[in-house]
């Protein structure tokens, strides 16, 4: 049993619901996560970057973290813990077939040279699809003591995922316990 | 001649210079780029994001596309052509295997259960590992009339790639005459 749970644990917690396609808005409705009560950010569409990372099959995404004013300065000063009142914004698209690849690089396909190169290139380019869902960190050292200080929510086209998926948020984080529970480096 | 020219054509704009792996500071230093005279745009690092992507090998890296203020209004009013002032800038750092993934899913993957498509999950994964380069296409619809209004640039560690370079970017843009020369769309 334990095994099994552990890797659902972790396909989980990186996935969110797989299932869920419907579009993250960016807006905020202010209903809170389960457990950690946490909620979407209002205006989180418009954090800084901080990194942008690619998770395989079967989610198969491509994903963005944005940080809110807190959290970019605390990446940029090197600071950890980081300091209460960071959040960051874990975003995912489904990655599909890249048009500026295959629009780019479509005609010298056809015209038969490196092609072998080209569409292997081509093959494993991708761009942002549909939005799946979007995760939420909130630092409070005080209110989440219990898990690291941080408290964890995800969100399907603006609402709170349910109790069980928020579950596996803290578990799957503890291996970063040395970066402070975060794995996303910033990307200069 | 023309096969194999249009083919480099369509790499070298994707690409920029591979070789280039320094890091992009994101600081301007007022160098302005050859044919087009752009230079890196202050504060771009600081810019909304747009969209991400992935270019496959030989490149192999994750890109993310930010937009000034200009861009970033013209993208959600679905403003087309983009307004005189519009800059895109286009980040891209070459892609690492995930640290995320690996160590949220590493144990269970030692511990055997779903070990198959968690490996298939970690092989496929990356986070954004050194910065390649920086491109950046700017808006005026006078001064760049001959190469559809926009102005292009690439920049490496701060410092405007070559002229042969900057000849590549807009015969791989002509594509997406019909979106006005840019590739990217906005992802919610």
């Known amino acids: 049993m334990r095994?099994?749970?552990?890797?659902?644990?972790?396909?989980?917690?990186?996935?969110?619901?797989?299932?869920?396609?419907?579009p993250a808005?960016?807006?905020?409705?202010?209903?809170?996560?389960?457990?950690?009560?946490?909620?979407?950010?209002?205006g989180y569409r418009d954090w800084r970057l901080i990194s942008v990372a690619r998770v395989g099959g079967p989610l198969n995404d491509l994903r963005?973290?944005?940080?809110?004013?807190?959290?970019i300065k605390a990446y940029r000063e090197g600071k950890r813990p980081f300091p209460d009142g960071t959040i960051v914004a874990r975003l995912a698209w489904r990655q599909?077939?890249?048009?500026?690849?295959?629009?780019a690089v479509g005609r010298s396909l056809e015209r038969g040279s490196s092609a072998d190169a080209l569409q292997k290139l081509l093959a494993d380019?991708?761009?942002a699809g549909p939005p799946t869902n979007v995760q939420?960190?909130?630092k409070d050292s005080r209110?989440?003591?219990?898990?690291?200080?941080?408290?964890?929510?995800?969100?399907?086209?603006?609402?709170?995922?349910?109790?069980?998926?928020h579950k596996t948020c803290f578990p799957c984080h503890e291996p970063a316990k040395d970066r402070?529970?975060?794995?996303?480096?910033?990307?200069?």
């Open 143 to 165: 209110k989440y003591a219990s898990t690291g200080g941080w408290g964890f929510a995800q969100f399907n086209d603006g609402k709170p995922a349910d109790e069980a998926v």
């Open 64 to 71: 963005a973290k944005l940080g809110n004013e807190v959290a």
């Open 96 to 103: 599909v077939p890249s048009g500026e690849t295959n629009e």
């Open 180 to 188: 402070d529970f975060v794995f996303t480096r910033y990307a200069p």
């Open 125 to 127: 380019s991708f761009e």
């Open 25 to 42: 808005s960016g807006q905020a409705d202010g209903e809170a996560a389960p457990i950690y009560g946490v909620e979407l950010p209002p």
């Open 136 to 138: 939420v960190m909130v």
């Open 3 to 22: 095994r099994g749970a552990i890797s659902v644990v972790a396909v989980v917690a990186l996935a969110g619901v797989v299932a869920s396609m419907a």
